[in-house]
Structures are given as C-alpha cells and as structure tokens.
C-alpha cells in the first residue's frame, strides 16, 4: 500500500510515552516513508520500543518549548507531507487508507495543510471531547510553529483544506 508518489514522514515528540509508542506508530507503519520520533527525555521504555518499531529516534534537550522540540523533527523529516500526531493519537486503520489517495491528489493543488477531526474516546468508548487541527501538512522552507503557540504557525499564504476522518456517528 505505500505509496511511491507523494512520500509522508510521520513525526512526534515525546517524553515517556510507552503506553501510547505502539499504537501511535503502527497506524502509519504501511503507508509512511519514514517514521521520526523526538525524545525529550524519556525514562522509561518509550526509546527502547519506538527503536523496535523501525522508527528514527532523536534526542531533544527539553528547553520548555515545544515548538522549538517540533521544529527540529520537522528538520530531520524528508518527505514531502507530514502528519505530526501527538503520540496518544491515532488514525484508525480504514481512515489512513485514505491518506495516501488524498495526498497524491493533493500534491498537485496549492493545498498545503489539512485540517483534520479528533475526538477524545473515553475507555468505555464514549466520545467526551472533539475539536478540528492541523495535523498533515507540507513540509515548506520557512513553516515552522512558534515558540507560544504549540499549535500555532508562521507562513505567508497558506490556502486550508478541510478533511473530516471523524465517521459518521449513528
């Protein structure tokens, strides 16, 4: 399934993420071209499974700053998109089997960024929470998240495109 035209990195920060590592890498593991974790020091086996994982790890020097921590996997990532996901979140499977059909699609338009759906799913399945960010973008000369802003970006013109991966509730 991966895809040779349009090549995705997968980048994350984390710090002591074990729990999460697995899942958050294995959504991309068939479609990415590379995986880049950042650890800004982890202490527990967070590292050791990201490694086994077959993913790229970096180490950070946490200065409290998570935009200068999500810069530097930007720097390391040599696709042309990136998703960069928390490390508790995911794309269910059937929905990162559309990633790569809409990114080729994509890499032909003045799109640069998708917004895309999260909800936060409570352990008896109950959605409690929801909201719409910027998760995949193009990786451009100059975009980078500012320091203030974890979520928060500076470019000059960006056009947006809105993907819904939440699926329809009944």
């Known amino acids: 399934m991966r895809c040779t035209d349009v090549r995705l990195s997968q980048c994350m920060i984390v ?17 990415v071209y590379e995986q880049i974790v950042v650890d800004t020091g982890s202490t527990d086996r967070t ?9 790229r790890v970096y180490d950070f020097q946490w200065i409290d700053d998570f935009a200068a921590a999500k810069n530097y996997a930007i720097s390391k990532a040599s696709g042309e998109w990136i998703a960069f996901l928390d490390a508790d979140e995911y794309f269910p499977p059937e929905e990162a089997k559309k990633l790569m059909p809409l990114l080729n699609k994509l890499a032909r338009t003045r799109y640069y960024v998708m917004l895309t759906s999260w909800m936060h799913v409570s352990r008896d399945e109950k959605i409690f929470a929801g909201g ?12 980078r998240y500012k320091k203030g802003f974890m979520r928060n970006w500076s470019w000059t013109e960006a056009v947006l495109l809105n993907v819904q991966w939440m699926p329809a509730m009944n």
């Open 47 to 55: 590292v050791e499974l990201a490694r086994a994982m077959g993913a």
């Open 15 to 31: 710090k002591n993420e074990e729990k999460n590592i697995e899942r958050a890498l294995s959504w991309g593991k068939d479609i």
């Open 132 to 143: 719409v960010q910027t998760r995949i973008f193009k990786r451009m000369e100059g975009l």
